[in-house]
């Protein structure tokens, strides 16, 4: 494709995180008293900004917001256990689009400390030319974050793709006026990413793969 940057959403796209994001969801919810609520509504959120993603899961609760958020760092960094994977196939991809002279950046609703630490951890930090997260930028599916990015790589909306595995990542690319490619990986179903502006769905990375470097 005709690409000139391709710009990742993070957990659920690069990372199997999700499991973990929902055990500390009803974990952080606990340790404040909270009822908790059903891992589909968990799932829902992943992508907004934390202080953002606990007041629409528990919107009777406002006051409690920053609380469950504190918790909720501390708890995903300190206590849960639950594995975190790289995707199969991601670094492969990221290397080959690095050496097509493609800019390859990462959009997420993770903090700044968070994202930092994962790459680090993971080995992927040399791959990416800028990143933006929650603490830099409005939340998903504000274009913010998006529009950051080009106005930095100084690359046009028609040459940029996002992906990402979430409808919150559809709509965030819609509303900045980039492509969108969903992945099957996350959060949404492919019936879910069919109902969005996705110009494209894949299963896996050698299907994101085979799409990215035609």
């Known amino acids: ?7 990742f959403d993070w957990d659920g796209t690069v990372m199997d995180s999700v499991p973990k994001i929902v055990n500390t969801i009803h974990l952080a919810a606990k340790s404040c008293n909270m009822t908790p609520v059903s891992d589909s509504e968990a799932k829902s959120i992943i992508g907004l900004s934390l202080p953002v993603a606990m007041r629409v899961l528990f919107p009777h609760h406002e006051d409690k917001a920053e609380s ?5 760092k501390y708890i ?6 639950t594995p975190s994977p790289i995707f199969e196939g991601v670094e492969p991809l990221l290397g080959k689009l690095r050496d097509r002279g493609i800019k390859i950046a990462v959009a ?3 903090s700044r400390t968070g994202l930092n630490r994962l790459m680090a ?3 992927l930090t040399d791959y990416f030319v800028t990143t933006r ?7 998903k599916p504000h274009p913010d974050m998006l529009l950051q990015i080009l106005t930095e790589l100084g690359v046009d909306a028609e040459d940029t793709v996002m992906v990402g595995d979430s409808i919150i990542d559809m709509d965030l690319a819609s509303n900045a006026g980039v492509d969108a490619i969903g992945v099957t990986l996350g959060v949404a179903s492919r019936d879910e990413l069919s109902q969005t502006s996705a110009a494209h769905i894949c299963d896996n990375y050698q299907d994101l793969s085979d799409l990215l470097l035609v």
């Open 121 to 123: 951890q993971n080995g």
């Open 1 to 7: 494709m005709r690409y000139k940057c391709v710009i």
């Open 133 to 139: 997260t929650a603490c830099e930028a409005e939340s």
């Open 68 to 72: 469950l958020a504190s918790a909720y």
């Open 76 to 81: 995903y960094s300190n206590e849960d256990d």
């Open 108 to 110: 997420t609703g993770k």
